[in-house]
C-alpha cells in the first residue's frame, strides 16, 4: 500500500492502542507488521515465536473482534513469525544433554516449602505459572530484587 493508506492491521493497532496500556502496546503490538489480506484473511508478521503466542493468547480474541467491529471485510486474523522459526524443542533438548556439568537442583527448595509472603506473593504465583506451562507465560522470566 502507498505511504498515505492506512492497512486494515493499522486500523486495529489504532484502537488496541486505546484499549491497553502502552507498555503492552509497545511491547507487543508495535512489533507487529501487516503482511497481507487475501481471501478475508489478514495476516499480522510477527518478531519470534514468543510474541505470537503472546499475542494470540493475551488478545487474540480483542483482534478477531476489532476486525469485526470495524467491517473491514475480514473473517479472521493470523499471525506469522517474521524471519527464520526457531529450532524444535527436541533440537534443543538435544543440545543441553551434551552439557559438561549436568545443573543439580536441590530438592528440598519446593513451592510447596516456599514461605509466601505480601512481597514476594507475586513472584511465587509466576515461577509457578512458568513452572506450570514453560514458555507460555512470564517468558522470559526474570526475577530482580535487593540483598536480604
Not at 486500523?11 to 509497545?26: H, N, T
Not at 549436568?102 to 513451592?111: D, E, G, I, K, S
Request: charged share 20%; no cysteine.
Amino acid at each position: 500500500m502507498s505511504d498515505g493508506q492506512q492497512t486494515p492491521w493499522n486500523l486495529i493497532q489504532e484502537r488496541l492502542a486505546k484499549s491497553v496500556s502502552p507498555e503492552s502496546y509497545r511491547n507487543w503490538i508495535l512489533r507487529t507488521q501487516y503482511a497481507g489480506l487475501e481471501d478475508r484473511v489478514l495476516t499480522v508478521r510477527v518478531p519470534d515465536e514468543g510474541t505470537l503466542s503472546f499475542i494470540e493468547e493475551e488478545y487474540g480474541a480483542q483482534i478477531q473482534e476489532l476486525a469485526h467491529a470495524l467491517a473491514l471485510g475480514i473473517d479472521r486474523v493470523v499471525f506469522t513469525v517474521d524471519g527464520v522459526r526457531p529450532a524444535n524443542v527436541a533440537d534443543r533438548t538435544a543440545s543441553l544433554s551434551d552439557l559438561e556439568s549436568p545443573v543439580t537442583l536441590n530438592p528440598r527448595f519446593t513451592f510447596e516449602s516456599f514461605v509466601v509472603g505480601a512481597s514476594n506473593q507475586f513472584a511465587h504465583a509466576a515461577a509457578q505459572a512458568v513452572a506450570i506451562d514453560p514458555s507460555r507465560r512470564y517468558n522470559p522470566l526474570y526475577l530482580y530484587g535487593g540483598v536480604g
